[in-house]
């Protein structure tokens, strides 16, 4: 009964920037983990950012110093802002909750 709906994805040209978003319904995120993977054409999914309930933030390495993820537990969402894009950011981003739920994903393409 858990749904996980992302938003705010689309074009962009490389070094710009977007802001995802991820709102949870019919559950209560602060007893859990939360982040983002992200499916990268050729590659298989992989883990973009999470977020733990104290707060604590890890990235992979391809994104760090230009992702930042953030959550706000009283409206059940989570972000994701992207700066600096680059072309091998283009993807599927998707939101998971507890790394068990997950949304239906949303469609990050950066080209000139």
């Known amino acids: 009964q858990v749904q996980l709906v992302e938003s705010g994805g689309g074009l962009v040209p490389p070094g710009g920037s977007l802001r995802l978003s991820c709102k949870a319904s019919?559950?209560?995120?602060?007893?859990?983990?939360m982040g983002w993977y992200r499916q990268v054409l050729g590659k298989e999914r992989e883990m973009v950012a999470e977020?733990?309930?104290?707060?604590?933030?890890s990235y992979r390495d391809s994104v760090k110093d230009r992702f930042t993820i953030s959550r706000d537990n009283a409206g059940n969402m989570v972000y994701l802002q992207m700066n600096d894009l680059k072309p091998e950011d283009t993807g599927v981003y998707y939101c998971?909750?507890?790394?068990?739920?997950w949304g239906p994903g949303t469609q990050v393409t950066v080209s000139s």
């Open positions: 998971h909750l507890g790394r068990a739920f």
């Open positions: 977020i733990t309930r104290s707060g604590s933030e």
């Open positions: 019919r559950t209560v995120i602060s007893r859990y983990s």
